[in-house]
Structure formats: structure tokens, C-alpha cells
């Protein structure tokens, strides 16, 4: 039983460099002036993010999270890659990028009616909602914008 714990504790670790890897391509490239570049020239400055969060990641957090970090780095500028390419079959395995789709076990929002009342601070407002004060309302206003 050991084993089957130790492997998904590993999984879950390794899954954390990988997104961290990830999310390094995609966002550090953009507070780089002119590192946004289309093409090519743009793969590759996303490839040297990968390597350099790696590198980082090794260096701060251990070789395995750095291996990790830069596999989730290059595996984002690969699937960019062969999106780009239109690979048959594969790019369109690829394409499913609308993860919250797949919580299908949640009802469709579409069927509801829309609410109003909400004020333009995006907290809620007392129109309509009789019995509540002006104290409690700040408090649900405070805990919602938390």
C-alpha cells in the first residue's frame, strides 16, 4: 500500500512542476517587451522560458521539480507547435482546450433566469431583498469580495 501512496504523492508533485512549467510559457513572455512574437521566433522564446524555468526550478526546488518544470514548459511550446501545424488527428485531439467542459456532472447555467439587483461595485444590493440592514449587508458584501 506504501507503494500505491508514494506513486500518487509523486504523481501530484510532478503534475505541480508540470502546470508550473505551463504557466511559465505562457505568462512570463508577456511582461518581456518583444518577447511575444509570432511564429517561430515566438516557439522558440517560449522554449528558452521553458529551459530557464527549469533551471530555476532546479535550482530552488530540487532537480526532479526542475526536470518537471521544464518538461510542463516544452510540452506547452510542443502542443502549440503542432496545433499550429494542423496535424491531422493529432491536433485535433489537441483541440479539446475547454477543460471545464468536462465537469458535465454540473447542470448548464443557461436554463436559470438572470439575476438583478447587483450594484455596479459588483456587491450585492438591498433592492428587493426586504428584512436584511444596512450592517449586514456590508458584512456579505466584505466576505464576498474577500
Known amino acids: 500500500m506504501r507503494g500505491i501512496v508514494g506513486t500518487a504523492k509523486q504523481a501530484v508533485v510532478d503534475a505541480v512542476g508540470i502546470t508550473v512549467g505551463q ?3 505562457r ?5 518581456i517587451p518583444g518577447a511575444t512574437q509570432p511564429g517561430a521566433l515566438g516557439l522558440a522564446i517560449q522554449a528558452a522560458v521553458a529551459i530557464a524555468a527549469g533551471w530555476a526550478g532546479h535550482r530552488f526546488a530540487g532537480a ?3 526536470r518537471m518544470i521544464a518538461a510542463g514548459g516544452v510540452n506547452a511550446v510542443l502542443v502549440t507547435a503542432i496545433k499550429a501545424a494542423n496535424v491531422p488527428v ?3 485531439a489537441l483541440a ?7 465537469l458535465s456532472g454540473y447542470p448548464s447555467l443557461a436554463g436559470y433566469p438572470e439575476v438583478s439587483g447587483g450594484s455596479a461595485s459588483g456587491g450585492l ?3 428587493g431583498m426586504s428584512g436584511i440592514d444596512d ?5 456579505m458584501n466584505l466576505a464576498l469580495n474577500y
Open 90 to 92: 493529432v491536433s485535433a
Open 64 to 66: 526532479n521539480m526542475g
Open 27 to 31: 505568462a512570463i513572455p508577456k511582461y
Open 96 to 102: 479539446g482546450d475547454d477543460d471545464v467542459a468536462m
Open 125 to 127: 444590493s438591498p433592492v
Open 23 to 25: 504557466i511559465a510559457v
Open 135 to 139: 450592517a449586514s449587508m456590508d458584512d
